[in-house]
């Protein structure tokens, strides 16, 4: 699996206002970038969210999703993976010829060749 990268940083009052529009400043904010450790040879795939893991990366958030790909719940995966790619192009047509339904639950990610 190639992973993300994960930047940690704080709200600003450029970034980060209550429903008021007052800036909130200070708080932390975990932003996590897709596919941050791609490598030259690393295949694409496209990967379900079982409804477990649907319902946790929602409503938990940025912590359920840096680690997804490996979290159980109730001793089951929180995704599966429904089919791979050679390119990333492949996996973006792929994925954009899903219902809109499937498209929320479904994540692209760069994965490393089966051997």
């Known amino acids: 699996m190639a992973g993300q990268k994960i930047v940690h940083r704080y709200t600003t009052e450029d970034n980060y206002r209550d429903e008021n529009g007052k800036p909130i400043t200070g708080l932390p ?56 790619f050679k390119t990333k192009e492949e996996a973006v047509k792929a994925k954009g010829e899903l219902s809109p339904e499937e498209q929320h639950r479904t994540l692209l990610r760069s994965v490393r060749l089966k051997k």
């Open 29 to 84: 904010i975990t932003e996590i970038i897709e596919n941050g450790n791609i490598e030259p040879d690393d295949e694409w795939a496209l990967f379900r969210l079982t409804n477990d893991g649907l319902v946790a990366y929602y409503k938990i958030g940025y912590e359920v999703a840096a680690c997804i790909m490996s979290l159980l719940i109730k001793n089951q995966p929180a995704v599966v993976e429904v089919s791979r």
